[in-house]
C-alpha cells in the first residue's frame, strides 16, 4: 500500500521507521515493507533517504535471494529521483524499466506517471500503451491490475488532443465512478479552477472529490477481517505437529468451505474490505514464539492472522471476475469457490 495521509495528519518519518524496524523482524516481507516505509519517507519530505531504502533493496537483488518486483523498485526510485532534481537519473532509469518490459502493470503506471507529471505527454503516451500493448494485448475484459494503464492512457491522449480509440472506449467501460473518464480527464477542468464563478468552483470541488474518494479507495488496503487460509500441504503439516487444532480444522475441504461461508457471512452483514490470508507452519511458529505462546493454542490463530494482514499479505475477497480463486486452484473464481 502506498500511504497517502498528509503529513500533518501521520508521523511519516516514525512510521517509516517502525516499517523498517519490522522488515528486520521479518526479512520474507522485507521487500514488501521497506517499499512502504520509502514511501512515508517520500511523504515526510526526505526524499534522500527514500532513496537511500530503493537502492538498499536493490543492492539486495541477487541470484540466491531476488526481489520480487526489481522493475518496480527501479520505477519508484525513478520517480523518487526526478522530485528532487535528479532528472538525468530518473530518465535513465525510466529507459532501462521500459526495456526490462516488465509483466507487473506497476512499474508501467509509475513511470508513465512520472514523465506525465513533468509534461512529458508524449512519452507518457508512448510508455502506458506500451505497457498496454504487453499486457492488455486483445482482452474483452483486462485483470483489474491493469486497468490504471488504460486510465492513465485516456488520460494522457486527452491532454494531447488525440481521438479515442479501442482502448478508451474499454477504459470507458471499465471505468465505473459516477463521473465518467471523459470529465475527470478533460483538460478543461484545470481552468474552471480559476473561476471567479463560485458554481464553476462548487461543481468542480464535487468532482474532485469524487475522484480523491475513488483513488483513495484502489490505494487503500485495509483488512479490517482476513480469514486464515491453510494451503493444503501447510494444513496437513499444521494438523500432524499440532493434533489439537484438528477441532478446528476437521479436514481441508472443510476449512476451505467455511472461510467462504464466512466471507459471505461478513459481506452480507455489510462488512467492508475483506480479505483471504495464507498462512505457513513456520511462520506460525515464528508468530507462537514471539508472543511467548503455544502454537497448539487455537487462540492464537486469529491474531496470527491480523499479524499477516498487517505485513501487507492479505488478498481481497471476493477476487476481481476471471481471477484465480484465493484457495490456490487456479481456476477462475466463479467456477471454484465463487460459483
Not at 56 to 68: E, I
Not at 312 to 317: E, K, N
Amino acid at each position: 500500500m502506498r500511504p497517502d495521509t498528509p503529513a500533518e495528519n501521520v508521523d511519516h518519518a516514525a512510521e517509516a521507521a517502525r516499517l523498517e524496524r519490522t522488515a528486520g523482524l521479518y526479512p520474507e516481507d522485507a521487500e514488501a515493507l521497506l517499499l512502504r516505509a520509502a514511501a512515508h519517507l517520500e511523504l515526510s519530505g526526505d526524499r534522500p533517504a527514500a532513496t537511500r531504502l530503493y537502492d538498499r533493496l536493490l543492492s539486495s537483488d541477487t541470484p540466491s535471494a531476488p526481489l520480487d518486483n526489481p522493475s518496480l523498485v527501479r520505477a519508484l526510485k525513478a520517480s523518487n529521483l526526478w522530485e528532487y532534481d535528479h532528472e538525468a537519473e530518473a530518465r535513465a532509469i525510466i529507459d532501462g524499466v521500459r526495456m526490462a518490459a516488465p509483466r507487473d502493470p506497476a512499474p508501467w503506471v509509475i513511470v508513465a506517471e512520472a514523465l506525465e507529471s513533468h509534461d512529458e505527454l508524449e512519452a507518457a503516451h508512448e510508455t502506458f500503451t506500451e505497457g498496454a500493448r504487453l499486457l492488455v494485448a486483445d482482452a474483452a475484459r483486462p485483470p483489474q491490475p491493469t486497468h490504471p494503464l488504460l486510465y492513465g492512457r485516456h488520460r494522457v491522449r486527452r491532454m494531447l488532443g488525440l481521438e479515442h480509440d479501442e482502448w478508451d472506449a474499454l477504459a470507458d467501460t471499465l471505468h465505473s465512478m459516477p463521473v465518467s473518464l471523459d470529465e475527470l480527464h478533460d483538460p478543461k477542468r484545470v481552468w474552471s479552477l480559476g473561476s471567479d464563478d463560485p458554481a464553476d468552483l462548487e461543481a468542480e470541488i464535487s468532482r474532485l472529490r469524487a475522484e480523491l474518494g475513488a483513488y483513495r479507495q484502489a490505494l487503500s488496503r485495509p483488512f479490517p477481517v482476513a480469514m486464515l487460509h491453510w494451503p493444503a500441504g501447510e494444513l496437513a503439516e499444521l494438523t500432524e505437529a499440532y493434533p489439537s487444532l484438528s477441532a478446528e480444522y476437521p479436514s481441508y475441504d472443510d476449512h476451505l468451505a467455511s472461510i467462504e461461508a464466512a466471507l459471505r457471512e461478513l459481506a452480507s452483514s455489510g462488512t467492508p474490505n475483506l480479505g483471504v490470508v495464507p498462512g505457513t507452519v513456520p511462520s506460525y511458529e515464528a508468530f507462537a514464539a514471539s508472543e511467548g505462546a503455544s502454537p497448539a493454542d487455537p487462540t492464537l490463530l486469529p491474531q496470527y492472522a491480523t499479524t499477516l494482514a498487517a505485513r501487507g499479505l492479505a488478498v481481497t475477497w471476493p477476487p476481481q471476475p476471471g481471477t484465480a480463486c484465493w484457495c490456490g486452484s487456479q481456476r477462475p473464481y466463479g467456477e471454484c469457490h465463487g460459483a
